[in-house]
């Protein structure tokens, strides 16, 4: 059974900071790209960030130079790290992985920016 568990989620304040794990076990075909998207009410899911298997990184341009991606390849971790969050961060944030079987996604978590 593949699982994808993400964690670190929540509320905090216009330029805070908060960093999201996301986690893949269970049987799984080799992961090449990692990546977070995001929903925010009433938008369509984006992409934040993504990471390929050799590290390279890709970010979009709202969060270029306040979000940084990372992965451990070896325990089939993602994590994001995010600074001088703003209020317009606020979304569900999605963990998603490229496989050469199924694409996976975990069951999102909640971020909350407060001004």
């Known amino acids: 059974q593949v699982q994808v568990v993400e964690s670190g989620g929540g509320l905090v304040q216009a330029g805070g900071s908060l960093r999201l794990s996301c986690a893949v076990s269970?049987?799984?075909?080799?992961?090449?790209?990692m990546g977070w998207y995001r929903e925010a009410p009433g938008n369509q899911r984006e992409l934040v960030a993504s990471?390929?298997?050799?590290?390279?990184?890709t970010y979009a341009d709202s969060v270029k130079g306040r979000f940084t991606i990372s992965r451990d390849n070896a325990k089939n971790t993602v994590y994001l790290q995010m600074n001088s969050l703003k209020p317009e961060d606020t979304a569900v944030y999605y963990c998603n992985a490229k496989t050469l079987g199924p694409e996976l996604w975990g069951k999102g978590s909640l971020v909350t920016v407060s001004s």
């Open positions: 990471i390929t298997r050799s590290g390279t990184t």
């Open positions: 269970g049987f799984i075909f080799a992961i090449h790209d």
